[in-house]
């Protein structure tokens, strides 16, 4: 069985690319994830995006 919250958690989490460590979740606790992240205060979930025959900077 996968349970709802689970499922939409995981959604904000790969499409915002910050952990979402509490539901339910409100659209401003979104915001202030965000803002969070965008400070450094909280570590990216994305991997860094490589271009073929390009090291990474």
Do not use: T
């Not at 996968?2 to 460590?21: K, M, P």
């Not at 401003?28 to 991997?47: M, N, T, V």
């Amino acid at each position: 069985m996968v349970y709802d919250a689970a499922v939409i958690a995981a959604a904000i989490e790969d499409a915002e690319g910050f952990r979402v460590d509490a539901m339910p979740i409100s659209p401003d606790e979104i915001f202030r994830l965000r803002r969070r992240a965008a400070a450094g205060g909280a570590e990216s979930l994305h991997r860094e995006r490589r271009h073929a025959g390009r090291p990474a900077s």
